[in-house]
Each structure stands twice: as structure tokens, then as C-alpha cells.
T-cell receptor, first 114, second 116 residues
């Protein structure tokens, strides 16, 4: 089975500061990796995904994530955040082979302070 | 707007009530999902339907009863719920059941359910 751990439940940062949201996963098989974002009062939207190839993945709104297989991590980064980035961010994994359901982490609430 | 619409947005019900949540997708997708989002817990997959057939029931109590009359509509019928069932219920769809194509999920805005 797969599991996802998001180490920080809340991350407050100042506007224009860099941010990193941490995600570690556990799986005995190869996986695909995802970050979803949930803005207030909305459903989840796909931010970016890693399927194969370059370990640095770029997504929407200036976010990027790096897949590190040896550390089983997929941390999300943005060099300079904006007030509009205030949201909850979810890391998720799915198996590449066999039953392929998304397993989500608990989420990290990113709060941007002016 | 993701193309997945959920109604109602908010619902308050007593433990003896019967209510239904509705989800409609206008994306031509074949797979639909119900997720439960509780505070401080990971999103929990409840049910999966692919081409109107239920392909997954994630050990959900029988007080939650899904219905998928066609590929565009998904319902969640609720009866004799408990206060711990209060949560945000999210509907999602994808082109096909998540698999080799690894289609992304399109989520609705959810129904915030409060059970008194």
C-alpha cells in the first residue's frame, strides 16, 4: 500500500518570500506523484504531476516540485509567493502498475501574510 | 469552473433525516468518485464508478448509499447519519478510472455537510 506524509499542517510565510511544502511518500512499488491545490470554498485542482523523465516538474502559478527517489520525497516550491497562493495543498501518489487510485496526504495550509 | 457541479453547497441535517447529494459533470468523463474531506485528515476515497458500474467501495458504512444512473450524474443518498459524518463531500470525475493513462481528477466544489 502507498502512504503520503505532509510534514507541516500549516505554513505561514510573508508575501514575496520563498516557500517549500514538504511531502514524503512510502511505497513498495513505483509511483506517480501529484500536487493538488484547494482554494477557499473550492474543490481541488491539479497543480503539477510527475510521471517520468526530468525529476524537476513545473506546474501552474509558478510552482515546481522535485522528485527525489532516494529520499522518497516530492517537495513543492515557489521562489516568491503571492497573497493569492493562500490555499490548502495536497500531495498524492498512485501506483504505476495494478490498481491505481490516488492516495492523498493530510494537506498543508499555506497562509501568506502581507 | 472545473465542469463538475455539486449541489447543495451546504447541508444541515438531523440524525434521523434522509437527504441526497448531487454531482453532475459536463466533461464527457466515464469515471466518477466520491471523496470525504474531514478536518486534519487525508482525503478519503469513498466510492468509484466507471461506466456507471461501481468499481470500488472503500468500506463505507451503509448509511451512505451511492447511485450512478448515467456517466454524467452521481448521487450520494444519506440516512441516519452520525455527527462524525460531518465533513466536506467532494465529487470528482476523470476520463477513465485512473490507470495507465493517469488522467487527472476534476473536482467539484463540494457539499459541506453538518449532522446535528
Amino acid at each position: 500500500a502507498q502512504s503520503v506524509t505532509q510534514l507541516d499542517s500549516q505554513v505561514p510565510v510573508f508575501e514575496e518570500a520563498p516557500v517549500e511544502l514538504r511531502c514524503n511518500y512510502s511505497s513498495s512499488v513505483s509511483v506517480y506523484l501529484f500536487w493538488y491545490v484547494q482554494y477557499p470554498n473550492q474543490g481541488l485542482q491539479l497543480l503539477l504531476k510527475y510521471l517520468s523523465g526530468s525529476t524537476l516538474v513545473k506546474g501552474i502559478n509558478g510552482f515546481e516540485a522535485e522528485f527525489n527517489k532516494s529520499q522518497t520525497s516530492f517537495h513543492l516550491r515557489k521562489p516568491s509567493v503571492h497573497i493569492s497562493d493562500t490555499a490548502e495543498y495536497f500531495c498524492a501518489v498512485s501506483r504505476i502498475q495494478g490498481a491505481q487510485k490516488l492516495v492523498f496526504g493530510q494537506g498543508t495550509r499555506l497562509t501568506i501574510n502581507p | 469552473e472545473t465542469g463538475v457541479t455539486q449541489t447543495p453547497r451546504h447541508l444541515v441535517m438531523g440524525m434521523t433525516n434522509k437527504k441526497s447529494l448531487k454531482c453532475e459533470q459536463h466533461l464527457g468523463h466515464n469515471a466518477m468518485y466520491w471523496y470525504k474531506q474531514s478536518a486534519k485528515k487525508p482525503l478519503e476515497l469513498m466510492f468509484v464508478y466507471n461506466f456507471k458500474e461501481q468499481t470500488e467501495n472503500n468500506s463505507v458504512p451503509s448509511r451512505f448509499s451511492p447511485e450512478c444512473p448515467n456517466s454524467s450524474h452521481l448521487f450520494l443518498h444519506l440516512h441516519t447519519l452520525q455527527p462524525e459524518d460531518s465533513a466536506l463531500y467532494l465529487c470528482a470525475s476523470s476520463q477513465d478510472e485512473l490507470g495507465a493513462t493517469n488522467e487527472k481528477l476534476f473536482f467539484g466544489s463540494g457539499t459541506q455537510l453538518s449532522v446535528l
